[in-house]
């Protein structure tokens, strides 16, 4: 009986140190280095480090409400008013956004590239998964109207928890043209039940509770309010959701629930057959840019006549 009573005790007394550990694990993630990230894409064949090297290009930090910069290049397009912001997924750096760039350069945007706040050589503490970071691109998106003109037509572009982001982001500013969101979750708090029982075996009670404690405390963020579903129905912006067939990471479950939930505006779903987590272009390069070219075509932020 005392045994039982210890062991309790023990199980007890763990558990919110488990769901602080779990809240660092989500908001510290292990992230990889800038230059890692670049010699990974030019391995990989996803950028040609001639090709990026050469285009022209301006290197900059953006200044964001809440006190540190983000770091920024901008490729210009002479003579386009169009533009759009290509964000990027956790753990990684603006150089997974390259490979996005040829499909608008030959459309004919100004394009801009930035590291997510705590990735790169972007300041932050943490990783918030679209809490602070769709104010971050709302700064992003100020930078580019004051480049390009209040006339501007300027869009974005997200990949995973960018996609996410960039989806929160419309949400509260109308300013977006479009959004291409690309293998996003539809809710923080269903991904990481998701993941908690696909990586760890356990269900979300109670440790997903005490993380959300711990997560709140460490960061102001709590898992419930990061949901773009919740908010979908706030963008009247035209929505291309694109989404790996066979995605394990974020099922596209998630791109089929967000795509039935978007009451306001023009809404596009494509699943790319045969591609995994974030793999919707590598794995179909050509349809891809034919559904993105469709996608802009079809809600007028290019001339239907561009290839």
Request: glycine fraction near 8%.
């Amino acid at each position: 009986m005392i045994f039982v009573f210890i062991t309790i005790s023990i199980l007890v007394l763990a558990l919110p140190l488990v769901g602080y550990i779990f809240a660092t694990l989500v908001i510290y993630p292990k992230r990889y280095g800038y230059e890692e990230t670049r010699q990974i894409e030019t391995d990989k064949g996803r950028m040609d480090p001639q090709q990026f090297a050469a285009w022209e290009k301006e290197e900059f930090f953006i200044p964001t409400r809440h006190g540190y910069d983000l770091h920024a290049m901008f490729f210009p397009m002479p003579g386009s008013r169009r533009g759009v912001i290509l964000t990027h997924g956790i753990t990684y750096t603006l150089f997974g956004s390259v490979k996005y760039m040829p499909i608008f350069r030959k459309l004919g945007f100004n394009i801009l590239i930035y590291d997510l706040r705590h990735h790169g050589k972007s300041g932050g503490p943490n990783a918030t998964f679209g809490f602070y970071e769709k104010y971050d691109l709302q700064s992003v998106m100020d930078w580019m109207i004051q480049r390009l003109g209040p006339d501007a037509v300027i869009g974005t572009h997200g990949e995973s928890m960018g996609a996410s982001i960039s989806l929160q982001h419309a949400a509260i500013d109308p300013r977006a043209a479009f959004v291409i969101e690309d293998c996003g979750y539809s809710d923080l708090t269903g991904q990481l039940t998701y993941r908690l029982g696909v990586e760890y075996f356990l269900p979300p009670f109670p440790l997903l509770s005490l993380a959300n404690l711990a997560t709140r405390l460490l960061s102001g963020m709590s898992f419930e309010q990061v949901s773009p579903i919740a908010t979908i129905g706030q963008v009247s912006a035209p929505v291309l959701f694109i989404h790996g067939e066979q995605d394990g990471y974020i099922l596209p479950q998630m791109a089929r629930d967000l795509y039935a939930k978007k009451a306001k505006g023009p809404r596009v779903l494509y699943l790319a057959p045969d591609a995994h987590h974030a793999e919707a272009f590598t794995a179909n390069p050509q349809a891809y840019r034919e559904q993105v070219r469709a996608f802009l075509c079809d809600n007028h932020i290019i001339p239907c006549s561009a290839e």
